[in-house]
């Protein structure tokens, strides 16, 4: 779960990225990167591609590259693991903490759910465009 959720996580990243004309496709042998060329955190971003646990070494290290990337573009940067990657001895504190969002399973609905209608924007306007010409 945890391997996909990053996976997931890196390739919604990416897609963000991808959408600025100002982005670029970085590559690093330990992290991946989702860059936006803009001067936003949240949108220049790596990840560490190792699930396993991370020493200070290896924090500053990775901190040291990825700025290293960074610096030249004159954008900053986040770089995101998840909880309890960061080997507790390292005296890294976290900027943020997110909370999980797995569950075994949910809960019944508290309120009946309302009905739910599903169209197809695109081919309903066209469909009226038909009919008006």
Do not use: C
């Not at 949240?42 to 646990?53: H, Q, R, T």
């Not at 040291?64 to 693991?81: D, K, M, S, W």
């Not at 599903?118 to 008006?132: N, P």
Request: proline residues 7%.
């Amino acid at each position: 779960m945890i391997a996909d959720t990053r996976k997931i996580f890196v390739s919604t990243s990416q897609g963000y990225a991808d959408a600025f004309p100002s982005g670029e496709q970085l590559t690093h042998p330990e992290i991946d990167i989702a860059f936006a060329g803009i001067a936003v955190p949240l949108f220049n971003l790596a990840f560490p591609k190792s699930s396993g646990m991370l020493r200070r070494a290896d924090m500053e290290r990775l901190l040291e590259e990825f700025g290293n990337i960074l610096a030249p573009r004159g954008v900053p940067g986040l770089l995101l693991v998840r909880n309890g990657q960061i080997a507790e001895d390292t005296g890294i504190e976290a900027m943020f903490r997110m909370p999980g969002m797995v569950a075994g399973e949910l809960l019944p609905p508290k309120r009946k759910l309302g009905e739910l209608v599903i169209r197809d924007w695109l081919r309903e306007r066209r469909w009226r465009k038909r009919l008006r010409g």
